[in-house]
C-alpha cells in the first residue's frame, strides 16, 4: 500500500468512530504476542523454585485467582462453590498482579474475567514485592481478557 492508499485508509478507519482495540483489529502493523502461552497449555504448573519473579514481559499478565474457596477445591459463583472439576470451559476472575510493558489496558489491583482454558497455572510462586509466595495464579495473554471488573459493595439499606 502506498502512502496515499494508506492516508486514505487511515482517514477511512477515523470516521468508524472505534475504540483502540477495535482499530487495531483493522490495523495490520499491531502484531500478535511474541509469547504465545497457549502452546504451553498442557504442561505442569509452572513454579519458579528458588527464584523470585520481578517482572514480566510482553503482554504478559501475573494474576491472582480471587474465585477461588480457601481450600483452594471450588470456585464461588453468587455464593454458591462449584467443584473445579466442573468448571472447564467457563470464565474465572483474577487481581492482576504484574503486567508486562505491551500491556495497555491492565494494571496491577485490576480484577480481570477471562476463560478459565487458558493461561499457565502458577502456584507458590515468590515475587518482588510479596512478603511470602504467592499461590493460585496464572500467566496470561492479555488479549484473552473479556474485560475488568469492579467489585460491588453490597448495598444493606435495600429492605427486602
Same mark, same amino acid.
Given at each position: &500500500?502506498?502512502?496515499?492508499?494508506? *492516508? $486514505?485508509?487511515?482517514?477511512?478507519?477515523?470516521? &468508524?468512530?472505534? !475504540? %483502540?482495540s477495535q482499530r487495531d483489529a483493522f490495523d495490520h502493523s499491531v502484531k500478535r504476542s511474541l509469547i504465545d502461552?497457549? !502452546?504451553? $497449555?498442557? !504442561?505442569?504448573?509452572?513454579?519458579?523454585?528458588?527464584? *523470585?519473579? +520481578?517482572?514480566v514481559m510482553d503482554d504478559i499478565v501475573l494474576a491472582q485467582y480471587v474465585d477461588l474457596s480457601k481450600d483452594?477445591?471450588?470456585?464461588?459463583?453468587?455464593?454458591?462453590?462449584?467443584?473445579?472439576?466442573?468448571?472447564?470451559?467457563?470464565?474465572?476472575?483474577?487481581?492482576?498482579?504484574?503486567?508486562?510493558?505491551?500491556?495497555?489496558? !491492565? *494494571?496491577?489491583?485490576?480484577?480481570?474475567?477471562?476463560? %478459565? %482454558?487458558?493461561?499457565?497455572?502458577?502456584?507458590?510462586?515468590?515475587?518482588?514485592?510479596?512478603?511470602?509466595?504467592?499461590?493460585?495464579?496464572?500467566?496470561? +495473554?492479555? %488479549?484473552?481478557?473479556?474485560?475488568?471488573?469492579?467489585?460491588?459493595?453490597?448495598?444493606?439499606?435495600?429492605?427486602?
Amino acid at each position: &500500500m502506498n502512502s496515499k492508499q494508506q *492516508k $486514505q485508509y487511515d482517514t477511512a478507519i477515523d470516521k &468508524m468512530d472505534l !475504540t %483502540d482495540s477495535q482499530r487495531d483489529a483493522f490495523d495490520h502493523s499491531v502484531k500478535r504476542s511474541l509469547i504465545d502461552l497457549d !502452546t504451553y $497449555q498442557n !504442561t505442569d504448573t509452572f513454579s519458579l523454585h528458588g527464584y *523470585k519473579l +520481578n517482572r514480566v514481559m510482553d503482554d504478559i499478565v501475573l494474576a491472582q485467582y480471587v474465585d477461588l474457596s480457601k481450600d483452594g477445591n471450588s470456585v464461588i459463583r453468587n455464593g454458591i462453590h462449584i467443584p473445579l472439576s466442573q468448571v472447564r470451559r467457563t470464565w474465572r476472575m483474577a487481581r492482576v498482579i504484574l503486567v508486562g510493558p505491551k500491556c495497555n489496558y !491492565t *494494571k496491577p489491583g485490576d480484577i480481570v474475567c477471562f476463560p %478459565d %482454558d487458558k493461561g499457565i497455572k502458577v502456584d507458590n510462586l515468590s515475587v518482588t514485592g510479596f512478603d511470602s509466595s504467592i499461590r493460585d495464579c496464572i500467566f496470561l +495473554n492479555e %488479549d484473552r481478557f473479556f474485560g475488568i471488573c469492579e467489585e460491588i459493595e453490597p448495598d444493606d439499606s435495600r429492605s427486602e
